[in-house]
């Protein structure tokens, strides 16, 4: 019996020996999986689920500026952080990769740093430990910076849709503009009507006083004709001295006489441009939905007939789209 006991005594103790050397290997593969992590420049998180309790790397505190001392434990705490309007998605993403239905944790979103900035942030994270029911135990995640990286597909962005003259929407994001405004006006059954403008003795001035004047003088125009809009409509540069007005919303085709007779008078005033007084006008046409045209592509095709027809009659005047004027151009 003594044998027996000394050797199941034996056994025990390699067998907690080699849990200890378990552990340890384990303690030790997480700590280097965690160095990996800070080296990338991710700050590291470590969140006990059933605690509710995170613990955060030093990168990540630095991330946000924050310290051992003021940064509370807690997934509460992290919450706050998130900017409040990325919080839902946020949620919702951790959730559904907790509850299994998604297979990754996923989410780029915006948290609020200790001294009052804002930091963009790719939060990526797995599931390490779960209960013998399969509830999750613990999570552990990064955070990586990418301000940067949002900040250059902002500017692509702001490329990709505005004019780089006058700051004003581009052809493109006019055309998307226009397109969700017929779609919200048939929806409702309600008007809305766009305008085509066209700059009266624009040319001269590049001929005579060069581009650099004329683009100084655009970039004028264009501030006008932004003081003559509400808040609601759209002004945009598609092109040489072309624009278009998007008014999304009007109760009467008066409406859009309103706005068009505003821009008439701010473009005749005279425009100081680098010692240069230059006189201008402007010819509009209007076309409006759903009388003028029922599609986007009619409406500002009818605008452009019809400001043709207020050059064509003196200019410095607007002009709404008739079925008539199509045979006269």
């Known amino acids: 019996m003594l044998a027996l006991a000394a050797v199941a005594l034996i056994i025990l103790g390699a067998i907690s020996l080699r849990l200890i050397q378990l552990t340890g290997q384990l303690r030790e593969s997480e700590e280097r ?41 807690n997934e509460e705490a992290w919450r706050n952080r998130i900017h409040p309007d990325d919080r839902a998605q946020v949620d919702h993403d951790i959730r559904a990769y907790l509850e299994g239905r998604t297979q990754t944790y996923c989410n780029e979103h915006r948290v609020l740093c200790r001294d009052g900035s804002v930091k963009w942030v790719l939060a990526r994270g797995m599931i390490v430990s779960r209960a013998p029911d399969g509830k999750p135990l613990r999570m552990i995640g990064t955070h990586a910076d990418i301000t940067e990286r949002k900040a250059m597909e902002e500017r692509m962005r702001h490329m990709a849709h505005y004019d780089p003259l006058t700051e004003l929407p581009n052809r493109a994001l006019i055309a998307d503009r226009l397109q969700q405004a017929v779609i919200k006006a048939r929806r409702d059954k309600t008007y809305m009507a766009v305008m085509f403008i066209d700059l009266d003795r624009f040319k001269p001035v590049n001929d005579n006083l060069g581009h650099d004047i004329g683009d100084l003088l655009l970039k004028q125009v264009a501030h006008r004709m932004l003081s003559g809009v509400r808040a609601s409509d759209t002004v945009a540069r598609i092109g040489g001295d072309e624009f278009v007005v998007l008014l999304p919303s009007i109760e009467q085709e008066a409406d859009a006489t309103v706005v068009a007779e505003k821009i008439l008078r701010a473009l005749k005033q005279p425009f100081g441009v680098a010692g240069h007084e230059i006189s201008i006008s402007g010819s509009i046409g209007i076309a409006a939905y759903p009388e003028h045209g029922d599609d986007e592509k009619l409406l500002l095709i009818n605008a452009d007939i019809a400001m043709y027809h207020a050059k064509k009659d003196g200019r410095n005047g607007y002009r709404f789209y008739a079925g008539s004027m199509q045979g006269e151009q």
Do not use: C, H
């Open 33 to 73: 999986w965690k160095f990996a992590l800070e080296g990338a420049g991710d700050g590291v998180w470590d969140w006990n689920v059933p605690d509710d309790t995170v613990v955060f790397s030093q990168r990540y505190k630095a991330m946000v500026g924050y310290t051992d001392e003021d940064i509370a434990r």
